[in-house]
């Protein structure tokens, strides 16, 4: 259970981390220039979101066979995961909302994801890395 925590706790540090520096630093011009964004988001929809998707995610990845082999599997994971959640970010919100530029939208969204979900990968890996019993003696 530990394990479990610990990692939704990896995804929202890691997703609130690479989306708070992309919003309201690195990108901040960029989010500035969307008219239907919130002038003040709720900050309390998006961390229930991230501690539903983390516990997704956590789960599903404990549930594979190999889980703790190594942190580039689980950044393989994570990239794969978030490849889902990223398409939707990236392609489905540039067809249905008026952004100022379709491939700057793309660009943003897409680089942001990669950033967030490796990070993500990274700290699920060292989550669930092996652990070497001797050295716990």
């Known amino acids: 259970m530990r394990k479990h925590f ?3 706790l990896a995804y929202v540090v890691a997703t609130f981390a690479t989306q708070a520096v992309s919003h309201f630093g690195v990108n901040a011009a960029h989010y500035a220039a969307v008219t239907y964004l ?3 988001p709720i900050f309390a929809l998006g961390v229930l979101s991230m501690l539903i998707q983390g516990s997704i ?4 990845y404990a549930q594979l066979p190999q889980s703790g082999r190594s942190i580039g599997h689980a950044v393989l994971f994570a990239w794969l995961v978030g490849s889902i959640l990223v398409s939707y970010e990236a392609l ?4 249905k909302y008026d952004v100022p530029s379709v491939a700057s939208w793309i660009a943003v969204e897409v680089a ?3 950033v967030q979900f490796t990070l993500y990968g990274v700290l699920l890996g060292w989550v669930h890395r092996a652990r070497d019993p001797q050295a716990v003696q």
């Open 6 to 8: 610990s990692a939704v």
């Open 38 to 40: 919130r002038a003040q």
């Open 57 to 60: 995610m956590s789960y599903l």
């Open 92 to 95: 489905a919100e540039a067809a």
């Open 112 to 114: 942001t994801g990669f």
